[in-house]
């Protein structure tokens, strides 16, 4: 079993920056890796950035430049640093984690692969 711990949401102006912390605990977590996903109301939850724990990040194109993933294994705590904040940025945003097999990099960005969820915390991008 996984535990996802989710903090950091909030609220910010356009233009502004948030970061986003999912401290992660359970067996062989570091067997995991972490994705970020979002879900704004009436759409579906869509996958935002991911990153192993090697180092390697991957990012939907409409927050490259702006959203950087990383990670601290020391901790296994995963970060998102989210800058240059859009409104269309706005959701509910989530970390989730899963096995770090060798189908991972073709399927990372579809929910149905991470086994386990955070709680979810709310971004919202306003002036």
């Known amino acids: 079993q996984v535990q996802l711990v989710e903090s950091g949401g909030g609220l910010a102006q356009p233009g502004g920056s948030l970061r986003l912390s999912c401290e992660a605990s359970g067996s062989n977590i570091n067997k995991y890796n972490i994705a970020w996903f979002r879900q704004a109301p009436g759409r579906e939850r869509e996958f935002v950035a991911a990153i192993r724990w090697n180092g390697n990040t991957y990012y939907l194109d409409s927050v490259k430049g702006r959203f950087t993933a990383s990670g601290d294994k020391s901790k296994y705590t995963g970060y998102l640093q989210m800058n240059n904040l859009k409104p269309e940025d706005t959701a509910i945003y989530y970390c989730?984690?899963?096995?770090?097999?060798?189908?991972?990099?073709?399927?990372?960005?579809?929910?149905?692969?991470?086994?386990?969820w955070g709680q979810g915390t709310q971004v919202t991008v306003s002036s």
């Open positions: 989730s984690a899963a096995l770090a097999t060798s189908d991972w990099f073709s399927y990372k960005t579809s929910a149905r692969i991470y086994d386990f």
